[in-house]
């Protein structure tokens, strides 16, 4: 996808993750040196010069080029990365694993993000393998209470996560490292789970309600076994 700030590729991994080569102007890395040179000049002490006085030059020499371009990339990806994730509809959960993979001043900046995303609930329409499987109950695998219990709660709490993820993301926490969807899933349990009814269905797919969900995970479970 190609955006005025930024083009993307999203590729499909395994496990639920999706990796994103995202090229992006060097002037959404630009725009930041101003904000970065100020922040520094904030902090740092130069002698003969008042904090917030020094001259930008000086500035620059006394923290290192390298150093002040990493804080604007990191600034310009901490920016445009939750852009990108809202403008594609992507529903990462936990942080990305972010990696350089090209980087020349004043040119585009390239990188690649690697995330988890809450797997999308699609239950295809098995109704003719339904038939033959409900026509063969006798002799064929059922669908146990626990089994079915089970794949419910599965559905809630990885919505669960993806919902607690989008609550607590930090947008001003710059340094991106590995997913930590199995730490938070730690922090998921019935009361923040969402509601099994009619609502919540409609927001995993094309389903009427929770008679026709249930009904149709049913049947997917059934046709998963044979």
């Known amino acids: 996808m190609v955006n005025e700030k930024y083009n993307i590729k999203i590729k499909d991994l395994?496990?639920?993750?999706?990796?994103?080569?995202?090229?992006?102007?060097?002037?959404?890395?630009?725009?930041?040196?101003?904000?970065?040179?100020?922040?520094?000049?904030?902090?740092?002490?130069?002698?003969?010069?008042?904090?917030?006085?020094?001259?930008?030059?000086?500035?620059?020499?006394?923290?290192?080029?390298?150093?002040?371009?990493?804080?604007?990339?990191?600034?310009?990806?901490?920016?445009?990365?939750?852009?990108?994730?809202?403008?594609?509809?992507?529903?990462?959960?936990?942080?990305?694993?972010i990696s350089i993979t090209k980087l020349a001043e004043n040119n585009p900046l390239c990188f690649k993000a690697i995330t988890t995303i809450i797997p999308k609930i699609e239950l295809p329409d098995y109704k003719e393998k339904a038939k033959k499987i409900m026509a063969k109950k006798d002799e064929d695998p059922t669908v146990t209470d626990k089994e079915f219990d089970d794949a419910i709660l599965g559905i809630r709490k990885q919505w669960a996560l993806y919902d607690h993820f989008e609550k607590t993301q930090n947008a001003d926490s710059p340094r991106y490292g590995e997913a930590s969807a199995d730490q938070r899933g730690s922090e998921i349990n019935e009361k923040n789970m969402p509601e099994f009814n009619d609502g919540f269905v409609k927001k995993l797919g094309k389903f009427e309600n929770v008679e026709d969900f249930k009904k149709k995970l049913r049947e997917n479970i059934l046709y998963e076994k044979n």
């Open 14 to 97: 395994e496990k639920s993750q999706i990796e994103i080569d995202v090229e992006i102007p060097w002037k959404e890395v630009g725009e930041h040196r101003k904000s970065v040179i100020s922040e520094f000049s904030e902090k740092i002490t130069v002698p003969g010069f008042r904090k917030g006085r020094v001259p930008e030059d000086i500035l620059v020499k006394k923290i290192g080029q390298v150093e002040l371009l990493n804080e604007m990339i990191e600034r310009a990806i901490q920016k445009i990365y939750p852009e990108i994730i809202l403008d594609n509809n992507i529903n990462a959960i936990g942080r990305p694993l």
